[in-house]
Nanobody, 122 residues
Framework: QVQLVESGGGSVQAGGSLRLSCVAS????????MGWYRQTPGNLRELVAV???????NYADSAKGRFSISRDNAKNTVYLQINSLKPEDTATYYC????????????????WGKGTLVTVSS
């Protein structure tokens, strides 16, 4: 069974930094894109950043400049570095990955972690 587990969230003051991690584990044949999304109460989950297996990166406009996504394919892990945190970055951050599991499926499937809460105080 495939699992995504996030870590690294917490409470920080504005201006601080956090590094979120997400590890994919289980019966994995291959991983395509991995990404981070965030959600606040009453709002839709929104894309923060996504990175392909080959390292191509796409950021949401709101994430350009202070957010940096990276991945370690050998460890099935994706990271999100967030600098100069602002109160409006407060949200639950979710990891997403397109995974082809064992037993093999005909295409990549979407998996989500349970989220890690980031709280930024002013």
């Amino acid at each position: 069974q495939v699992q995504l587990v996030e870590s690294g969230g917490g409470s920080v003051q504005a201006g601080g930094s956090l590094r979120l991690s997400c590890v994919a584990s289980g019966m994995i044949f291959g991983i395509n894109a991995m990404g981070w999304y965030r959600q606040t109460p009453g709002n839709l989950r929104e894309l923060v950043a996504v990175i392909t297996q080959n390292g191509e990166i796409n950021y949401a406009d709101s994430a350009k400049g202070r957010f940096s996504i990276s991945r370690d394919n050998a460890k099935n892990t994706v990271y999100l570095q967030i600098n100069s945190l602002k109160p409006e970055d407060t949200a639950t951050y979710y990891c997403n990955a397109q995974i082809r599991p064992f037993p093999l499926t005909p295409r990549f499937m979407d998996y989500w972690g349970k989220g890690t809460l980031v709280t930024v105080s002013s």
